[in-house]
């Protein structure tokens, strides 16, 4: 599925979902979509009634020791907040079109020091329980693009 227009509201995500009539039949073809990342955070904070930043920080950043890791940032971690870029060399906004709706798949932000730490825990030189997942998150799943590249699970 297609990620819904943007800007839309957390609560609407739901409605989206609930009138899109799909354009192919399920399985017939990989598309790349955040939705289904954020309709999975969604119904983790109305499951387990917790923020985005508690889930996030006791499943994924609080194992892995990212100490500036988050959706919403203090002032000194705003501070250490790594700056995208784009293509162009010009500095990216700290937020796209589609967020907070999205925010479940990709609104959180970071430092270098933190990337880095996923970087080591990606490539197995970080030893947290996490680590038993690496499997799993490495397996491919779809085929992508001409040069033989794949796309495995998201953290």
């Known amino acids: 599925m297609?990620?819904?227009?943007?800007?839309?509201?957390?609560?609407?995500?739901?409605?989206?979902?609930?009138?899109?009539?799909?354009?192919?039949?399920?399985?017939?073809?990989?598309l790349y979509s955040n939705l289904g990342y954020a309709l999975l955070?969604?119904?983790?904070v109305g499951r387990l009634n917790a923020s985005e930043d508690?889930?996030?920080?006791?499943?994924?950043?609080?194992?892995?020791?990212?100490?500036?890791?988050?959706f919403e940032l203090t002032p000194?971690?705003?501070a250490r907040l790594a700056q995208g870029f784009f293509p162009n060399g010009q500095p990216a906004p700290e937020f796209e079109p589609g967020y907070p709706a999205l925010a479940g798949s990709g609104g959180i932000r970071s430092t270098l020091n933190d990337m880095m730490r996923y970087l080591d825990f990606e490539l197995g030189n970080v030893d947290v329980p996490l680590s038993a997942l690496l499997p799993v998150?490495?397996?491919?799943?779809?085929?992508?693009g001409p040069n033989g590249g794949s796309v495995g699970l998201a953290w």
Not at 8 to 17: A, M, N
Not at 41 to 44: E, V, W, Y
Request: hydrophobic letters at 35%; zero cysteines.
């Open 2 to 30: 297609p990620n819904p227009p943007s800007p839309t509201p957390p609560d609407e995500l739901w409605r989206f979902i609930g009138s899109y009539q799909l354009l192919r039949a399920p399985g017939e073809q990989s």
């Open 41 to 44: 955070a969604q119904a983790m």
């Open 54 to 70: 508690q889930l996030f920080a006791r499943i994924i950043t609080g194992p892995l020791g990212f100490k500036d890791t988050a």
């Open 76 to 78: 000194a971690q705003r």
């Open 137 to 144: 998150l490495h397996q491919p799943r779809h085929a992508a």
